[in-house]
């Protein structure tokens, strides 16, 4: 697990939340807000510096109250109304991020699981896209990995009954679609959040998206 508190400018936030076990309203502390997304070099790929006072505070990475408590640390909650990903840490809090999600006509429900996971993965258009998108053709067999894939730095593939559903939660180099409705039913996320919640995020892990 990647420790909460990232070696960035921060600034302390905090909240309440009613625990059940108790009876009573506790404080919790979330995660320290950093003031820029740093840029790093990773397997090979320039991951730019992203200035956070440029994106809503709504859709910074944040430790907030779990909305999840009958769920297992782990769970992923995709809430598309609010444009926002859960990763569920303890009965208490989980860690949030901004997300980018479908345009009208490509929204779902449902829930799914982690089936498996990918660096700077290829990306394939499926046909109807090539169909919607002719100048996609080129593509056909695949896009690699880099820095103007579509699939960003990491991804993360869910799968139902053991098939795949075709949708991935994965990174972006468009940035500032986070918080919009802008893909064709996955999941986009700030590169360096999708790092951050690659590494945190096991096979086999619930998601749930409402």
């Not at 979330?30 to 790929?45: I, L, N, S």
């Not at 802008?182 to 790092?195: E, L, P, T, W």
Request: net charge neutral; charged share 20%.
């Amino acid at each position: 697990m990647r420790p909460l508190v990232p070696a960035l400018a921060l600034a302390l936030l905090a909240a309440c939340t009613f625990d059940p076990e108790t009876g009573t309203f506790v404080e919790v502390k979330e995660e320290p807000r950093p003031v820029a997304y740093v840029a790093t070099m990773d397997a090979g790929h320039h991951i730019p510096a992203l200035d956070a006072q440029k994106v809503p505070p709504a859709y910074q990475r944040t430790l907030v109250p779990n909305p999840l408590p009958e769920e297992a640390p782990g769970t992923i909650l995709v809430d598309t109304q609010t444009r926002h990903l859960y990763l569920v840490q303890d009965k208490r809090t989980a860690l949030r991020y901004g997300i980018g999600v479908g345009r009208e006509g490509f929204g779902w429900a449902g829930e799914t699981v982690v089936a498996r996971k990918a660096q700077w993965p290829t990306w394939t258009p499926p046909p109807e896209m090539i169909k919607r998108q002719p100048e996609l053709e080129r593509w056909r067999e695949g896009q690699p990995g880099g820095p103007t894939n579509p699939l960003g730095a990491r991804a993360i593939y869910l799968y139902k009954d053991g098939h795949d559903t075709g949708f991935r939660i994965h990174g972006t180099p468009q940035w500032k679609t986070i918080g919009t409705n802008a893909s064709s039913g996955c999941f986009r996320m700030i590169q360096q959040d999708v790092v951050d919640l690659y590494d945190r995020v096991q096979p086999g892990a619930k998601v749930i998206v409402r």
